[in-house]
């Protein structure tokens, strides 16, 4: 089982700050079999990023990001309201599994 | 447009039965795998298997396996997910997705969700 670990657990930043939250995974896994979701309260989950780098249909490019093997990192640049919320990542490429998730909340 | 409708809340007591359902419409449902998720109250997201309508191929995480039904009827563009006896622990909020595909099949990331079913279950 590939467990991903995300941190930080809690990120506090201000509107038009830049985020940037991290997943580790506990085996090797493609960059092409990660994904990223972000969940509002109430709300289902989004997903925000995909494969490499392609983004999901109307997600803005303030959202990328990189990382191979067991490091992956998503980037959120010029923070927006809309952007503080839970963001989950996920591999599909060996069975599946999300992370715990990071919080992202306005400081 | 896609959307997969999920009922918003069921209330049972322990040892009960329940069926939840995911109706998928706006695309060919028969193509396409369904993945069903648990979150429990305040936690995250807990892959729990996945089905293929077309055929019913389905494939469980070991945590849920033997714990759960999950099933297809292709007829009526629905995907269900089953317990046959509920326990107060099965308290969560049961979202399904379906997998992009994009040539991938259940290889690829989850592009539309339901809502989410809330299951309470208590005494």
């Known amino acids: 089982e590939v467990v991903l670990t995300q941190s930080p657990g809690t990120l506090s930043l201000s509107p038009g700050e830049r985020a940037t939250l991290s997943c580790r995974a506990s085996?090797?896994?493609?960059?092409?079999?990660l994904a990223w979701y972000r969940q509002k309260p109430g709300q289902a989950p989004r997903l925000l990023i995909y494969g490499a780098s392609s983004r999901a249909t109307a997600i803005s490019d303030r959202f990328s990001c990189s990382g191979s093997g067991t490091d992956f990192t998503l980037t959120i640049s010029r923070l927006e309201p809309e952007d503080f919320a839970v963001y989950y990542c996920?591999?599909?490429?060996?069975?599946?599994?999300f992370g715990q998730g990071t919080k992202l909340e306005i400081k | 447009d896609v959307q997969l409708e999920q009922p918003g809340a069921e209330v049972k007591t322990p040892g009960e039965s329940l069926k939840i359902s995911c109706k998928g419409s706006?695309?060919?449902?028969?193509?396409?795998?369904i993945a069903w998720m648990r979150q429990m109250p305040g936690k995250g997201l807990e892959w729990m298997g996945i089905?293929?309508?077309?055929?019913?191929?389905?494939t469980y995480s070991p945590s849920f396996q033997g714990q759960v039904t999950i099933s297809a009827d292709k007829s009526i563009t629905t995907a269900y997910l089953q317990w046959s006896s509920l326990k107060a622990s099965d308290t969560a909020m049961y979202y399904c997705?379906?997998?992009w595909g994009g040539g991938l099949g259940a290889l690829s990331p989850l592009d539309y969700w339901g809502p989410g079913t809330l299951v309470t279950v208590s005494s």
């Open positions: 996920q591999q599909y490429g060996n069975s599946y599994s």
């Open positions: 089905i293929y309508p077309g055929d019913s191929d389905t």
């Open positions: 997705a379906r997998h």
């Open positions: 085996q090797s896994v493609s960059s092409t079999d």
């Open positions: 706006g695309y060919r449902f028969t193509d396409y795998w």
